[in-house]
């Protein structure tokens, strides 16, 4: 008999093991043992002793990479809080299937596959490479109903879980987090009030680029998403299915995957860090498995991170979604491994120690 996307959501955070503080310990000892002062590549080593207690080597070989890109519409852009039509959402889809995104080329330039998921696009998609795995098409508008049922929810997480589990049984090792979706950064800060706690207007930012006038617009209306549903903030599941949205909880499914699977996960900009959070509340033993990638432009995003106990690889000012931060992410994952494979000892150099 198939699973229930509740089972499948349960059996896999029940699946999620600590680190291997031995392969952490291994590579700390080596960071010491190479000819630099100790901790003088600062985040470099953070990296570099994740990965070994993820995958409980002392460099692996993570050449195996995916972005995963999940796409949903939202209803409720039917309030004007974006700069852009939801018609976008299809049209960027078919954009990242032939190769023109942004995102397509920073994953060209390190060696990574895309994915590109039809979560709850609300049009109809054909493509050779796209994946339909299509929940609902399109959320309900926040401002007056829930996003989606609870049952929902759970179907979109099932769905991100289940892609990971075929990407790594087809090799991958590491992972990207990806979205587009018209409308997701106002769902994004509706979750952001729910579990951490912001005021509306700290969480709004400008998305694809509103003015001023109409970001206050945008955080009128994410208040009413949360005073309309009334999301229990104890309860993440409820929040993501009355206030988030399909990509975003696709997402969610792709991070808990990750970490069930012993994948390094990189969390893209402000609506993977939602995702993040949301996976973070449902599994705090997920979050040693996720890095955080870049500080995206919105405004949120420094306290969503810091929610989650993320911190940032870089600042780029960028805030485009798609993955973008992620993939550039892998540049430096890659950097940390060279250096541990790469680098002389103090021993092997005749350099002399402090
Ligand atoms: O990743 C980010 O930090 C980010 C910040 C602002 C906008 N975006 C992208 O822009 C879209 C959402 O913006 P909006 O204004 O329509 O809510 C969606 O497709 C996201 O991928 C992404
Ligand atoms: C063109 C465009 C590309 C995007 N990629 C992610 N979000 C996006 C939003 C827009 C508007």
Known sequence: MKKTPLHVVEDTIARIEPLNQEAIQAAEDHLNALTKPP??????????????GITG????????????????????????????????????????????????????????????????????????SLLSRKVRPGTGNIAREAAMSREEALQAIAVGIELVHELADRGYRMFATGEMGIGNT??????????????????????????????????EIVQRALDTNQPSAADPIDVLAKVGGLEIAGLVGVILGSAARRRLVVIDGFISTAAALVAARLAPEAIPYMIGSHL?????????????????????????????????????????????REMATFESAGVSKG
């Open 57 to 128: 080597e002392l460099a692996a070989d993570l050449t195996g990479r995916a972005v995963i890109v999940m796409a949903g519409d939202h209803g409720v852009c039917e309030e004007g809080v974006s700069a852009f039509p939801q018609e976008v959402t299809p049209q960027m889809v078919m954009n990242f299937l032939s190769g023109g995104a942004a995102v397509n080329v920073l994953a060209r330039q390190t060696g990574t596959h895309l994915f590109c998921v039809d979560i709850g696009v609300a049009a109809e998609l054909t493509h050779d």
């Open 296 to 340: 995206s432009h919105e405004q949120g995003h420094s306290k969503l991170l810091a929610a989650v106990g993320l911190s940032p690889m870089i600042h780029m000012d960028m805030r485009l979604g798609e993955g973008t931060g992620a993939v550039l992410g892998f540049h430096f994952i890659d950097a940390a491994l060279h250096i541990m």
């Open 186 to 219: 106002t769902a994004s800060a509706a979750i952001c009030v729910a579990l951490v706690g912001m005021t509306a207007d700290e969480a709004v930012g400008l998305g694809t680029g509103i003015n001023e006038e109409r970001r206050r617009h945008k955080v």
């Open 39 to 52: 901790g003088s590549l600062g985040k470099l080593e953070a990296i570099a002793r994740q990965a070994a």
